[in-house]
């Protein structure tokens, strides 16, 4: 019961440095989402190839606001 107590006073105490931050990765972990499902349905191999180079560049900035969240 204790545990079960710590556990939750732990998740209530986490605190968000920057909302704005967070609001933006989230955006585009949404944005990466749905590129997928885009290139999932897609079969124009054109097509194919710019939903890629667009989900490697959202990769790309997940990674950097990733980072700038653990700072």
Do not use: Y
Not at 26 to 53: C, D, G, P
Request: hydrophobic share 45%.
């Amino acid at each position: 019961m204790e545990e079960l107590e710590r556990e939750r006073a732990t998740k209530q105490a986490k605190v968000v440095r920057d909302p704005e931050k967070v609001r933006a990765l989230e955006s585009l972990k949404l944005a990466r989402k749905e590129l997928n499902a885009q290139f999932v349905a897609t079969v124009n191999e054109r097509r194919r190839a710019q939903l890629q180079q667009a989900m490697a560049e959202v990769d790309r900035r997940i990674a950097e606001a990733a980072a700038a969240l653990a700072d």
